[in-house]
């Protein structure tokens, strides 16, 4: 079993950032990829970034690609989603995750350890 818990939510004008942090506990023993998803009000989880546990591989969705930079600190079992020109569209709840395998995923359904969640508010 492994417990994520993610915090730096909050509210933030268009074009701005923030850094999302992802702290892990539990088996120590386990190599496992993370996964930051989102979630709008009204809409669907949404896939937004992923990196393998070794922090060699990243992959982001095209609608945050070349603006989110996800990373990892595996001494300090903690991952960090940077956020930078931040746009109304970004606003969701964002979800911290492990995935069952160490390589990251796209996929919801291959991470059974959520964070409990944080939201990200991007208005004027």
């Known amino acids: 079993q492994v417990q994520v818990r993610e915090s730096g939510g909050g509210l933030v004008q268009p074009g701005g950032s923030l850094r999302l942090s992802c702290a892990a506990s539990?088996?120590?023993?386990?190599?496992?990829?993370m996964g930051w998803i989102r979630q709008a009000p009204g809409k669907e989880r949404e896939f937004v970034a992923t990196?393998?546990?070794?922090?060699?591989?990243?992959y982001y969705a095209d609608s945050v690609k070349g603006r989110f930079t996800t990373s990892r600190d595996n001494i300090k079992r903690t991952a960090t989603l940077q956020m930078n020109s931040l746009k109304p569209e970004d606003t969701a709840i964002y979800y911290c995750?492990?995935?069952?395998?160490?390589?990251?995923?796209?996929?919801?359904?291959?991470?059974?350890?959520w964070g409990q969640g944080t939201q990200i508010t991007v208005s004027s």
């Open positions: 995750a492990a995935s069952i395998t160490s390589r990251g995923s796209t996929k919801s359904i291959e991470y059974p350890y």
């Open positions: 539990g088996r120590t023993s386990d190599t496992y990829g």
């Open positions: 990196i393998n546990w070794a922090g060699t591989v990243t």
